[in-house]
Each structure stands twice: as C-alpha cells, then as structure tokens.
C-alpha cells in the first residue's frame, strides 16, 4: 500500500494524497475543537474505506465521549482498525497508535500514553498523539506531565506550522495546572494571538486568573474573545462555566444563573460528559453559596439515570453522582455506590482510582446531602492530596473542598475549619466567600477580633469587586 505525507511530513498509509487530506481535516477539527470532526471522518472513510489512521481515530472519538456505550463501540472499532492495518499494511508510527487505542480499550490509560509518549519521541509532529496524551494527562491530575509533553515537542516546531497556536495552548494549561501562572499567561495569550478561535488557549488563561482571583479581569477576557470561541462544539459551555465562576465569586448570582440557564445547560439532550460535569458542579457551588437553585437539579438527575454503570472517568462518574445527590434521588444514588464499590476491585487505571478515594468522595457526597457532617470529614480530610489523581483541573476539584469546608463548619472540630481556611485565604486571598467561611471557624474558636476582620476582608473585596 502506498504511503504518502501527511500535513508534517509524517508518513500515513492511504490510498491517496486525498485521503491523506482527509485525515489531517479530521485531526485539524478534533484538535481545534471544530463541530464537523465527525463529519469528516465519515467523508474520509469513504474516499479510502480501509485507511488505517480514520479507524484508529474513530476508535479515539468514541473513547473520548467517556461513557461505557461509547466505550463499547470503540472496542468494535478496534477490531476493525486491526483488520485495516492487517490488509493494507502500516508504519511503525501507525502502529504504536493502533497500540495505543488497543490499551485504551482495555482500561489502561497510563499505558495508552505511554504509547502516545513514545510516538512522540521519535515524531514530534504528530498533533494527534499530542493531543491525546494532554487530554489524558490532564484526566490523570498530572500537570506537571501535561507541561513536560508538550516542553518536549517545542523545539521541534515553529510558528509556520498549522497547529503551533494550539501547542503554545496547551503549553500553557500545562504551565497553569504545575502552579507558573505567569508562564503560562505569557505562552496563552501569545496562543490566542496566534489563533483567536483556540478555545483551549483562551481557556488557559481564563484558568490563570481564576486561580489568581483576577475576577473581574476573567470576565472581560471570556467576553471580548467571545465571538470567536463561540464557534467550537461544547466546550464552549465550559467557557461559560468559567465566567459563571467568576460571577459566583462576585456574589452576582442572577448573572450566574442567566448563563446556567441560557448557556451551561442548554444542550443537556446531547449527553456529552463535559455538561454533566459543568451542570452540578455549578449548582452545588450556588447552593453553598446560600443560593435556591429551583428544579434544576431534575434534568441532571435524569441523565444521570442512564449513566449508572459509567467508569470511563471517575471525575465524569463523580459528578453523575451528585446530580443524584443533588436532586434527593436517595436510591439511585446508592445504586451506582455500589456499582462503584464493585467497580473498584478491578485492576484498571480508573478502577484504581476509584478504589484509592473515588469511593470516599463519593461517600462524602452523599453524606453531606444526609447532613452526616462528620462522616464527610472523615472521607475527605484523609484523601484531600490525592483527589488530583482523579483528573480535572485544579478549579474543578476545588468543588470537593468546599464540600469539606462546608462540612467542617457544622461540627465541632473548629481548629480543624480554622486550619484550612487559613490554607484556603492564603492561596485564594480574593475569595470573599473563603474569607467569610473563615470568619465563622475563627469564631468557632472564640477568637471574635480576627472573625471581625476577616469579615471585614470580606466586605471590601465584595464593595471593590476583584
């Protein structure tokens, strides 16, 4: 079978330089968020039905939808991206990549991006294995690897290649999620210079100024790049996620939920995981924050329903979970316990994450819905420096601390409370709500004079709005 170059000078086995063509649109779309990435497999496959790289990525799509139904189909593309490389033949490159969907399939992540990782030593152009390996180093809590992967490739690219806005992006959310804030700034903004519609590197910045508590500046910087992100797929929700973030700490809470309503949960019949991530996350966050959030939580619920045997991602599982918790549906939430008590005995790279705290936070969860206070305590306190192994980023998983600080507060372990919200007002020192959570555990201790003024502390950043 002929072998031709790809966009990078990378060999692919295809009949055509049109196939070819194809394969690169496809990857272009997945990689800059594109809404058609689908479509144009479908397009490729049919100008070369046997082109082994279109089913190896048809294999990815289904992986990356991060359910079990999914999962199943990526399981029968394998099967057939085997046969493709069987007839056709492919490179050393293909195979490692076939490889690596073979391992994903069968719940090995770690060892899916170890593959990706080896590609990449030897082809640092491929965007594909880049890309991927980002996408699960990120779900792995690693960010110091998502930051190592892509430092590794730098110096092999330049600005004259397609894709090079969208590695300078994830450049930066790897910078980011290892704590170089301004690094990261820097590599983001030039990213978006370079590709205003690379919703992942306006993305990166949004996430510097969340974790610096740069609210009011996070919100402008979603707004004026609006009309270009706004054309991605779903991830344009998580955008609005972010700006809801920042009006939530802002207390201006008919803004948060406006964009709840009219953005983060408007294409919930979709049933893609990111929504089911953003919806109860959010939720749970304004009902900390003393907010009714209505009937809201049902439709989560709903979907959640179906979702009951899902352990792709036990980060995605988690947050099914709480639209359970979150609507009272008491049963069905013990139900996927369960499942996921069972589900933990298994020798996978979720299995052991679910083994390892994902049953604890989940456990916690339910428990701060029953109002065992101390229970939650007793399941988050122990396992809270290794929740980021379970993926998401650093502002996602900030929910389960607040679960624990929520918790804390109505025991009577005040020194405890007093001690993390010391931790928490010393990382987040513009969060109006840290610091008036603090001043209750400072009175909790008697201590009336530093409650005072961490109320005060309050008040002045909600008056000069950060």
């Known amino acids: 079978m002929p072998v031709h170059s790809d966009c990078y000078g990378l060999p692919c086995t295809a009949v055509s330089p049109e196939a070819v063509a194809g394969l690169d649109g496809v990857i272009d779309a997945y990689v800059r968020f594109r809404r058609d990435a689908g479509d144009r497999l479908k397009a490729t496959l049919q100008v070369d039905p046997d082109l082994p790289m279109a089913h190896v990525a ?3 799509f289904f992986k990356l939808f ?17 046969d493709a490389v069987s007839k056709r033949g492919a490179t050393d490159r293909e195979r490692l990549h076939l490889a690596a969907l073979g391992s994903w399939c069968g719940e090995d992540i770690d060892g899916a991006i ?14 594909f294995a880049l890309r991927l390996a980002h996408f699960s180093h990120f779900y792995s809590g690693a960010g110091g690897k998502m930051r190592d992967s892509t430092a590794r490739v730098l110096p092999h690219w330049g600005p004259e290649h397609r894709h090079y806005g969208n590695l300078l992006g994830m ?4 910078l980011e999620e290892s704590g170089d804030y301004r690094q990261a700034e820097r590599f983001g903004r030039r990213a978006v210079e370079i590709d205003p519609e690379d ?5 990166a910045v949004a996430h510097v100024m969340e974790m610096e508590g740069r609210h009011r500046e996070g919100i402008e910087w979603i707004r004026s790049q609006e009309d270009r992100w706004s054309v991605v797929n779903n991830f344009r929700f998580h955008l609005h996620w972010h700006q809801a973030l920042y009006h939530l700490e802002r207390y201006e809470f008919n803004e948060v939920l406006r964009l709840y309503d009219e953005q983060i949960v408007s294409d919930l019949e979709a049933d893609m995981y990111l929504e089911m991530v953003n919806c109860p996350a959010l939720l749970w966050r304004l009902e900390m924050f003393g907010v009714d959030v209505g009937d809201r939580w049902e439709p989560l619920a709903e979907l959640a329903q179906a979702h009951l045997d899902d352990h792709e991602l036990i980060f995605v599982s988690l947050h099914y979970l709480m639209a359970l918790i979150g609507d009272g549906r008491t049963e069905a939430a013990e139900t996927m316990l369960s499942r996921l008590r069972t589900y933990a005995s298994q020798p996978t790279t979720q299995g052991r994450i679910a083994a390892g705290f994902g049953l604890e936070i989940g456990q916690a969860m339910s428990a701060l819905r029953a109002g065992n206070w101390d229970r939650v305590v007793d399941c988050l306190w122990p396992v809270r420096y290794e929740i980021h192994r379970m993926g998401g980023s650093h502002a996602q998983r900030d929910l389960f601390e607040l679960m624990l600080i929520d918790a804390l507060l109505k025991t009577d372990r005040n020194s405890l409370a007093r001690a993390l919200l010391a931790e928490r007002t010393a990382r987040t020192p513009n969060s109006a ?8 555990a400072l009175a909790g201790t008697g201590d009336t004079a530093r409650s005072a003024e961490a109320f005060a502390r309050a008040d002045t950043l909600l008056r000069t709005g950060t």
């Open 433 to 440: 709500w840290s610091w008036r959570r603090f001043s209750e």
């Open 199 to 203: 919703a992942w590197s306006v993305h």
């Open 114 to 127: 170890d593959l990706w990782e080896q590609i990449l030593l030897d082809h640092p152009l491929d965007v």
């Open 66 to 82: 991060g359910n079990d139904a999914m999962a199943h189909r990526a399981r029968r593309t394998l099967a057939d991206a085997r």
């Open 58 to 60: 048809k294999g990815y």
């Open 171 to 174: 450049h930066a959310f790897g």
